[in-house]
């Protein structure tokens, strides 16, 4: 029995219906650290990516170290680090900022290179045109780049959303009641693990495939001169 | 000598735009050596020449997309030199939006923004300088008005002809009210067919008694027409600089003569 479900060992179709509902109250857990995770991911990256350009060489080295560092640890190894290192020094989160801070970051790293290649692919004469007209830098990347940077990034993002959606489950292991942890212990209970881990195989693949979907009509839908501005 | 030198005459005027003994260095190439040069307020000087001998890196040096390692550049009263070598000192950003100000520059290859409608791309300047939208637009289709396009205010870049393009891209330009207009190869881009409507609007630019302009070309005949002044380049030195019907009637220079037999033949 979990959050006052009770399962129904009888027969394999009563069990998988009693325990899904149980495990749907674990995905959500994953979907909101998923959303969560990519929001940090989408922001962080662009953060990241321009920090990265900047003129300063200071800044500029300390981003892509910081960068590489995050994209060459293990996420177990950040997640066990903020989680129960961090403490020591005082700074305690709950668990699950903990795990979306984590997620967030190691793939703002990685969306960081997204952004970098998408806005190295701007043409020349774009910033050159924007410098004639004297813009401002805030004004070039929020009226010029970004809008032109966002259809051509939108495949590469859409595989790391999917990628970090698959690795949600990691989480449990810093206390997360997530899908799969939650599937775990309805089989140390019941010393049948088959039915409900296949459950949670499906929905990830179900939910995966959607996404995908999503994504590839998200492509098709926007322009590829850009996000269009009137 | 009875007549004063165009060059005499920018001088006496209050130059718009002074190069002072400008060096302009990539690398181990030196495009632009102690170079000296200016242009009066409303002065209309064209820059002709072989390619590679520094004719955009001028435009380029004015329009700050260059830095340049020596001399001085005076731009509508602002400075703004780069000493030292290798391009180390920076002028700050303020400064060179200050000097930017007064520029605006149409480029060989249009470069409009793919994403905005034609009314955006000449409006964006304007509105993130702080004109109420209204007032932005207003002026934009005025301008479009202008160069003959008022009709595709909401088509995209992609939606045009090169020639289009290239007059949206001289509205977006005087949108900003520049005081100096720089034209690095407008008609380059164009299939020929299409470059007379882009002459036609540059044409009647010319006749703006206010605003100064520094065309490259290779349209001789166009050059001759409009200009107040034609500069022949080589190697980045001006070899010759005149009065154009004298300069294409009986250039006086060796290096000039060759070069206006080759592109005239
Ligand atoms: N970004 C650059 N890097 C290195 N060399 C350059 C660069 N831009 C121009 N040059 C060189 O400077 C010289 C002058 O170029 P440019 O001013 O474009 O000549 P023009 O416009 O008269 O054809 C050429 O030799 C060109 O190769
Ligand atoms: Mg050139």
């Known amino acids: 029995m979990m959050y006052g479900l009770a399962w129904d060992t009888s027969t394999p179709l009563a069990f998988a219906t009693s325990i899904l509902p149980i495990l749907l109250i674990g995905l959500t857990v994953t979907v909101k650290a998923a959303l969560a995770g990519f929001a940090i991911a989408i922001v962080m990256g662009l953060v990241f990516a321009l920090l990265r350009r900047s003129r300063i060489r200071a800044v500029s080295w300390t981003t892509a170290f910081v960068v590489e560092f995050l994209r060459d640890t293990p996420l177990l190894v950040q997640l066990f680090f903020l989680y129960y290192v961090l403490p020591d020094y005082g700074v305690v989160m709950p668990a699950f900022l903990t795990g979306v801070l984590a997620l967030g970051l190691q793939y703002s790293a990685y969306t960081s290179e997204v952004y970098r290649g998408g806005i190295d692919a701007i043409p020349r004469g774009q910033w050159e045109a924007a410098t004639a007209l004297n813009l401002s830098r805030l004004t070039v990347y929020r009226d010029i780049v970004i809008p032109q940077v966002v259809p051509r990034i939108v495949p590469a993002m859409g595989n790391y959303a999917v990628a970090m959606f698959k690795e949600t489950p990691v989480l449990s292991v810093i206390t997360i009641l997530e899908m799969l942890g939650l599937a775990n212990m309805i089989g140390e209970q019941t010393y049948q693990y088959l039915l409900p881990l296949t459950m949670v195989g499906l929905i990830f693949l179900l939910l995966t495939l959607i996404c995908s979907a999503a994504i590839h009509q998200l492509e098709r839908r926007l322009p590829k001169a850009g996000v269009p501005l009137k | ?265």
């Open chain 2, 1 to 265: 000598m009875a007549m004063q030198s165009p060059a005499a005459v920018a001088e006496a005027a209050a130059p718009i735009i002074r190069f002072d003994g400008v060096t302009k260095r990539f690398g181990a190439l030196t495009v632009l050596d102690d170079f000296s040069f200016a242009v009066a307020p409303g002065e209309k000087v064209t820059l002709i020449g072989p390619s590679g001998s520094g004719k955009s890196t001028v435009l380029r040096i004015l329009m700050t997309l260059e830095p340049f390692q020596e001399g001085t550049l005076t731009l509508g009263g602002h400075g703004y030199h780069q000493p030292g070598g290798a391009g180390a000192f920076r002028a700050s950003e303020k400064h060179l939006r200050a000097i930017r100000c007064n520029v605006g520059m149409v480029f060989q290859s249009f470069n409009l923004f793919p994403h905005m409608s034609v009314l955006r791309n000449i409006t964006e300047a304007p509105r993130a300088h702080g004109v109420p939208r209204a007032e932005a637009e207003g002026r934009a289709l005025d301008l479009l008005g202008l160069v003959g396009l008022a009709d595709k205010k909401d088509h995209f870049p992609a939606q045009l002809s090169g020639g289009q393009q290239q007059r949206v891209a001289i509205a977006r330009a005087l949108a900003m009210r520049p005081r100096v207009l720089l034209f690095d190869e407008p008609t380059s881009a164009l299939d020929p067919q299409l470059v007379g409507e882009v002459l036609g609007v540059i044409r009647s630019l010319a006749h703006e008694h206010d605003l100064t302009m520094l065309l490259v070309t290779h349209e001789m005949r166009f050059a001759r027409e409009v200009s107040d002044r034609v500069c022949f380049f080589n190697k980045g030195r001006i070899v010759e600089q005149g009065d154009p019907e004298r300069m294409f009637r009986s250039p006086e220079h060796p290096e000039t003569r060759a070069f206006l037999q080759s592109v005239l033949a």
